[in-house]
């Protein structure tokens, strides 16, 4: 587990679409005008990422990059669901760089919700070099790489929040946005990932 780990997380690569498209927003907000299009596109965009940091997940595939400082037991990957490890790496006891293999050396649970990596069967970690960000993965994380592979109830949240910031441009929360954002927290409850 990652709770007191000194640990960094980094997206190297971003989703290559929104979970909403922009005419899908502008019919969401019935808005048919095209004044407000680079707007709305930036609107989704921070919807998307509110209901990806509330549920701990990635919604359309990305690259992460997790960082520690050593070898833990079982390396609880942050950011589900967890698609694949492209490569881990550390710095061994004598400050050269390391890659362990896949199968060989560390096994991958894409089942579990977080992602767990761990050693092979009878396996350990080997040791580290002792200094900060010695142990390296990188990963794939996300439900896919379509708008269509990212569940319904969660896609109807990103609208939510896209309504709501359409609204309120200003940080101050009013009277029935509150109930919205109520709403939409409903709607994910259930998919949160307790925070690594």
Same mark, same amino acid.
């Given at each position: 587990?990652?709770?007191?780990?000194?640990?960094?997380?980094?997206?190297?690569?971003?989703?290559s679409? &929104?979970?909403l498209?922009?005419?899908?927003?502008? $019919?969401?907000?019935?808005?048919?005008?095209?004044?407000e299009?680079t707007?709305?596109? $930036?609107?989704?965009?921070?919807?998307r990422?509110?209901?990806?940091?509330?549920?701990g997940?990635?919604?359309i595939?990305a690259?992460?990059?997790?960082?520690?400082d050593e070898?833990?037991?079982t390396i609880e990957v942050?950011? $589900?669901p967890?698609?694949?490890?492209?490569?881990l790496?550390?710095?061994?006891t004598n400050?050269?760089s390391?890659?362990?293999e896949?199968?060989?050396?560390?096994t991958?649970?894409?089942?579990?919700?977080?992602g767990?990596?761990v050693?092979?069967?009878?396996?350990?970690?080997?040791s580290?070099?002792?200094?900060v960000?010695?142990?390296?993965?990188?990963?794939?994380?996300?439900?896919?790489? $379509?708008a269509?592979?990212v569940?319904?109830?969660?896609?109807?949240?990103?609208?939510?929040?896209?309504?709501?910031?359409? &609204?309120?441009r &200003?940080?101050?929360i009013?009277?029935?946005s509150?109930?919205?954002?109520?709403?939409?927290?409903?709607?994910?409850?259930?998919?949160?990932?307790e925070?690594?």
């Amino acid at each position: 587990m990652l709770r007191g780990v000194t640990h960094s997380l980094t997206q190297t690569a971003g989703p290559s679409v &929104e979970p909403l498209s922009l005419t899908e927003a502008k $019919a969401h907000l019935r808005v048919t005008h095209t004044a407000e299009d680079t707007l709305i596109s $930036a609107l989704i965009t921070a919807a998307r990422t509110e209901v990806e940091n509330y549920l701990g997940r990635q919604l359309i595939t990305a690259t992460w990059v997790l960082r520690l400082d050593e070898f833990i037991d079982t390396i609880e990957v942050p950011r $589900a669901p967890l698609q694949s490890v492209t490569s881990l790496a550390y710095v061994d006891t004598n400050g050269d760089s390391q890659t362990l293999e896949a199968d060989t050396d560390y096994t991958v649970d894409v089942y579990s919700t977080p992602g767990r990596v761990v050693p092979v069967y009878g396996g350990s970690w080997p040791s580290t070099y002792g200094h900060v960000n010695d142990v390296t993965l990188t990963y794939e994380a996300g439900y896919g790489d $379509a708008a269509t592979d990212v569940p319904s109830n969660i896609i109807h949240a990103v609208r939510l929040y896209l309504g709501h910031y359409y &609204e309120h441009r &200003e940080a101050f929360i009013v009277g029935d946005s509150i109930a919205k954002l109520e709403t939409a927290e409903r709607l994910l409850f259930y998919d949160r990932v307790e925070h690594v």
